[in-house]
């Protein structure tokens, strides 16, 4: 990617000082995670999320919700960080009061560079009790450690990109219901530590990401369709106090006209290309 916007947004992350990077799906998806409104690849365009994600279905049926989650873990297991998520722990560590908030709940920023992101939509990673909240520990089954080579696994966009693009990771048929594990303190089933739909977000992750969004010199929207509240609120937060909005998505969203640049294009290609504009001697990671 060139062109006078990517020159713009990239004065205007050189000039920043207390950047914010919020990012969602569409952060992940060239790893190979499923977005959820992608026309036909996105997870609702195959799973209804009210039978999914909400906690009336986990009540309802609670082996078809922890075996979807599983998958889902199993899939973010297999993939790994693309080039747009180490360009994020490159601005991070060019400017260390950078703030990184996620929708995402894979582990993705983390692996690529950024120790401690702001969890808005939780973990798949931190499943805990359904009734006590007690944390419970991750099943063991589940393949090694992140960063263990997984034969046959591709690496995201290290290497030339598979043909026909990043190797899926979403669920697969086979990956059906499962019982969840039991609480090792009350015996309740262990829930996946996600925010479903009609939950309350983590409300120190909240009030975390208004304070940043609300005190940054410039936020970099990424992947996001802002079609979900409050989340979708962030970036309107930091353009009402004043600070440049810079979008990166292939498409339009409702963003848009808060945006003072719009880059369209995919993360893991323009995010390395904005900081190597910002910063024409850095690694983009
Ligand atoms: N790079 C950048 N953006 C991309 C890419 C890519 N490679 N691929 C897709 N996108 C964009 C899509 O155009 C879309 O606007 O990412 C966005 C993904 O939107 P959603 O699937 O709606 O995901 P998100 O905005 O993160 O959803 C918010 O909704 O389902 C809940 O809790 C879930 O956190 C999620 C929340």
């Known amino acids: 990617m060139t062109g006078p916007e990517l020159a713009e947004a990239g004065r ?12 969602g799906a569409g952060m992940s998806a060239e790893s190979g995670v499923p977005t959820f409104r992608d026309a036909q690849t996105g997870l609702w365009q195959r799973y209804d999320p009210q039978e999914l994600a909400t906690p009336a279905a986990f009540r309802a049926d609670p082996a078809l919700v922890w075996g979807w989650y599983e998958a889902r873990r199993r899939g973010v297991r297999r993939a790994l960080p693309n080039p747009g998520h180490r360009a994020v722990a490159a601005i991070q560590a060019r400017l260390p009061a950078t703030v990184v908030i996620t929708q995402n709940v894979d582990d993705l920023h983390e692996r690529g560079g950024v120790p401690a992101p702001v969890r808005l939509h939780g973990s798949l990673f931190a499943p805990r009790c359904s009734a006590c909240a007690r944390p419970a520990p991750l099943p063991s089954d589940l393949p090694p450690p992140a960063g263990t080579p997984v034969p046959g696994a591709p690496e995201a966009r290290d290497e030339a990109e598979p043909p026909g693009g990043p190797v899926s990771h979403a669920p697969e048929p086979q990956d059906g219901p499962l019982t969840p594990p039991a609480c ?53 937060v930091a353009a009402r106090l004043g600070a440049p909005v810079v979008q990166v998505n292939p498409v339009p969203t409702p963003l848009d006209a808060i945006c003072a640049v719009n880059l369209r294009g995919p993360a893991g290609e323009v995010l390395p290309a904005l900081v190597r504009a910002a910063w024409p001697d850095a690694d983009a990671g």
């Open 12 to 23: 205007l992350l050189a000039a920043a000082r207390r950047p914010v990077v919020f990012t």
């Open 184 to 236: 090792a303190g009350c015996g309740a089933p262990v829930r996946p530590g996600v925010v479903w739909f009609g939950e309350a977000l983590p409300s120190a992750a909240l009030d975390a990401a208004v304070e940043a969004a609300a005190g940054c010199d410039l936020l970099l929207t990424v992947g996001t369709s802002a079609l979900v509240h409050p989340a979708a609120e962030i970036p309107v």
